[in-house]
């Protein structure tokens, strides 16, 4: 569980930086990034981490 949680942290921290770089340079495909960074948080990351967390404190 912990490297699950671990590898969607860190592909949808790399996302979200890419679709933030992508903006400020004005370079196509910036939305679909920070969409998908941030999908990636908000549905994979932080459920498999809260599990990890519950898990681990039983």
Known sequence: MKSIALFTGACSISL???GFLFKVLHWPG???LLLLGIGIFALLFTP???RYLYLRNQ
């Open 48 to 50: 498999s981490f809260t």
């Open 30 to 32: 910036a939305n679909v």
């Open 16 to 18: 979200t930086t890419l």
